[in-house]
């Protein structure tokens, strides 16, 4: 089987392309993987020139034009057809490439996609997905995290669409954390059946019909880090909000542990003592160390880093695309696709 | 003497053949190891007998390996269908005998004087093509070498870096005799620089041009093809070598030929012969698509990369006591590149 070949939005985040350009480099070193850095090719190419890279499993296609962080999406990409983020999803819809991967403005890599790639049947909207650690571990692989999705691809979402996610998360976990049958729940205020908004109760009512995934039911925000499904089922402007917010906590956690450490002596003794297992719960909450989150339901796979990616986040963003390129994942939700929602939702 | 128009020399280790020295265990295998078991950088070997071949061609090979190791270098090179006119190799068993061990490390009051020394035995016309590698100073010496036969580097200032490379006195007399028996002349076109540890290619810029780091032999041969040496028909010979002993593939190929579009050292009317070349040689394609991959795909990689690049001026004045200065000896170079791991202790860091 040939290498997959990953397109990488060289110009997208807030420390592009510099870090975009490091994590690709030692990409080509340390992985068999066939890289495409697309973008401002000089630019590029001049900062290739000063790490260590291997140039045999690199291509650099030139993109004129970048969208910032900062820009409306629509009008951006209307006005800048030549973005490093537009050319870069015609590449992977073109054959060129199978996976994107962009640390950019996820609006832009959202429309971008929506323009050049195909939604598989039965999917109305896509879906940003990210992995969040929890205190329970999930599926035969054993990961430390749960699916939470959508995470900000869309603002709102239908019953439709939340059971479109529900179907699509449950695909994607069954094949990368190995988990034959992952528990799936829809976020609300309440556990009961009728806690939520009518889009929650009437995706409830369907996925409790729905053949084909492990529908647990409602959970609320305390079950997502105890880890209670493998799954969370959310709209994108309520999932940004608990994913950023739960970031925010992990981060702040670090922060005053860190206050902690320089404060006294002999908390820096204690905290020296415990400085394994405080590294171990870094890496665990280091979005780093994930890479990046599927945006699910094109016929592609397209990989969303964080925007304040930097080189070992791009690292894993690419490793992730492979290993979802690897899974086939946009066949295997297509093929769930079809077994499942459509008849539920009676279409 | 005759009829020599072109040397070709080569090192050994990192250029010609993959070998592991950065640890004990690597040299000792190295040391022990039969000829057949000694592994090549891919298609080194397809490219020296190219060479070989033409007309005029003289294939020198100087190396740092002990002279003990002679017998079962030459028969890998019998192993490898590769003939060369020259061998040198290191006396680095009298050097241990005589207590010199910084003489078995150096590479400057070794190879300088060596170069010299098979320089008077080719015509005043013959022009040199030279093949080294990034783990020691192999761009440093072969420009050295360079700038002492045009006289870019005159008495005082070889004496003063042979000193600053700490090089035995007896090595750095006979260095600066050689150089002051030197007819004067200007032949060294290109330095080839295997990027065997894939050294960034920015640290080599100090050197200008004419030193052009390499990521493999199929760079060195496009570029050779551009220079005039052989035709696009040993491109593709080459190409065929790492395709079928080295699972290369035409992706690869096509990168690989970008990057050399990217660092201005071709163009991109330069694939047209080599695609003529391709065609023509249906063994070659054939070898090449191991995956269903088309010559388009090739030739796609080539089409974006955006305007044609400067190139760097071809001889600048190199500043080899600056160099020294502050780099430090050349003996030391490859441990400071390697850089060491900084503990840290603090969990939080």
Not at chain 1, 34 to 49: A, H, K, M, W, Y
Not at chain 2, 266 to 292: C, M, N, T, W
Request: a neutral charge; glycine letters at 8%.
């Amino acid at each position: 089987m040939p290498n997959a070949t990953i397109a990488v939005d060289a110009m997208g985040g807030d420390f592009a392309p510099e870090e975009t350009v490091k994590g690709v480099a030692r990409l080509s070193l340390e992985t068999q993987l066939d890289l495409l850095l697309v973008g401002d090719e000089p630019r590029i190419s001049e900062l290739l020139t000063r790490v260590r890279h291997n140039p045999e499993r690199i291509g650099v296609w030139h993109a004129p034009e970048a969208i910032g962080m900062g820009e409306k999406p629509a009008e951006a990409l209307a006005g800048k057809p030549e973005a490093s983020i537009a050319v870069a999803a015609r590449l992977v819809a073109d054959g060129v490439a199978d996976a994107l991967v962009t640390a950019g403005n996820t609006g832009a890599a959202i429309l971008a996609c929506a323009d050049a790639l195909r939604l598989l049947p039965g999917v109305r909207r896509a879906a940003l997905a990210a992995v969040f650690p929890t205190a329970l571990r999930h599926g035969l692989k054993e990961d430390p995290f749960s699916l939470v999705l959508d995470v900000g691809a869309g603002l709102e979402a239908t019953a439709d669409d939340l059971v479109t996610y529900a179907v699509m998360g449950s695909a994607y976990a069954r094949v990368i954390s190995r988990n034959p049958r992952p528990r799936v729940a829809l976020l609300s205020n309440g556990t009961e059946a009728e806690k939520g908004t009518a889009a929650i109760v009437e995706a409830h009512r369907r996925l409790a019909e729905l053949q084909g995934i492990d529908f647990i039911g409602n959970i609320e925000g305390i079950d997502i880090p105890r880890g209670t499904a493998d799954v969370v089922v959310t709209g994108g402007f309520v999932g940004n909000v608990v994913l950023k917010m739960l970031e925010g906590v992990a981060e702040t956690v670090m922060e005053l542990a860190r206050f902690a450490y320089k404060e006294r002596l002999a908390w820096r003794m204690g905290l020296t003592m415990l400085g394994g297992g405080i590294r171990q719960l870094k890496k665990v909450t280091d979005w780093e160390q994930y890479g990046g989150a599927p945006i699910l339901g094109f016929d592609k796979v397209v990989i969303k880093a964080h925007g304040r990616s930097k080189e070992q986040a791009i690292f894993n963003a690419c490793k992730v695309a492979a290993k979802a390129v690897a899974a086939s994942i946009p066949a295997s939700i297509a093929g769930l696709m079809v077994e499942s929602p459509l008849r539920a939702s009676g279409e | 003497m005759g009829g020599i128009r072109h040397v070709y020399r080569w090192d050994l280790d990192k250029t010609y053949l993959r070998t592991d020295f950065d640890s004990w265990r690597g040299l000792l295998r190295a040391a022990w190891e039969k000829a057949s078991a000694k592994v090549n950088v891919a298609g080194s070997a397809a490219l020296m007998r190219e060479l070989k071949a033409l007309e005029g061609a003289r294939v020198c090979v100087i190396s740092g390996s002990p002279r003990q190791m002679r017998r079962t270098l030459e028969e890998k090179f019998r192993l490898d269908r590769v003939a060369f006119d020259e061998f040198t190799l290191k006396p680095n068993f009298e050097n241990l005998l005589r207590g010199r061990f910084r003489a078995l490390r150096d590479q400057v009051g070794y190879k300088l004087p060596a170069l010299l020394e098979g320089r008077s035995r080719v015509p005043d016309a013959a022009n040199e093509t030279l093949f080294g590698d990034d783990a020691e100073a192999d761009a440093f010496v072969y420009s050295l070498y360079a700038d002492v036969l045009a006289g870019r580097v005159g008495p005082a200032e070889l004496e003063e870096i042979l000193r600053l490379c700490s090089v035995y006195e007896d090595d750095a007399q006979r260095t600066l005799r050689l150089a002051a028996e030197a007819r004067h002349c200007d032949p060294v076109g290109r330095i080839f620089i295997h990027l065997d540890g894939y050294t960034p290619p920015a640290r080599f810029a100090q050197y200008g041009a004419r030193v052009v780091p390499i990521y493999n032999y199929f760079q060195a041969a496009v570029l050779l093809m551009i220079d005039g040496h052989f035709g696009p028909m040993a491109v593709a010979r080459i190409a065929a070598e790492l395709s079928q002993g080295y699972g290369y593939s035409l992706i690869s190929l096509a990168n690989s030929f970008q990057d050399l579009l990217r660092r201005g050292l071709a163009r991109r009317e330069d694939v047209s012969a080599l695609r003529l070349a391709f065609e023509a040689q249906a063994a070659v394609i054939d070898a090449l698509r191991p995956a269903g991959e088309v010559f388009e795909a090739f030739l796609e990689r080539l089409a974006v990369v955006a305007g044609v690049r400067e190139r760097l001026p071809e001889k600048v004045p190199i500043d080899y006591l600056e160099i020294l200065r502050t780099q430090g000896p050349p003996g030391t170079w490859r441990h400071k590149r390697r850089g060491r791991t900084r503990r840290v202790d603090d969990p939080f860091a």
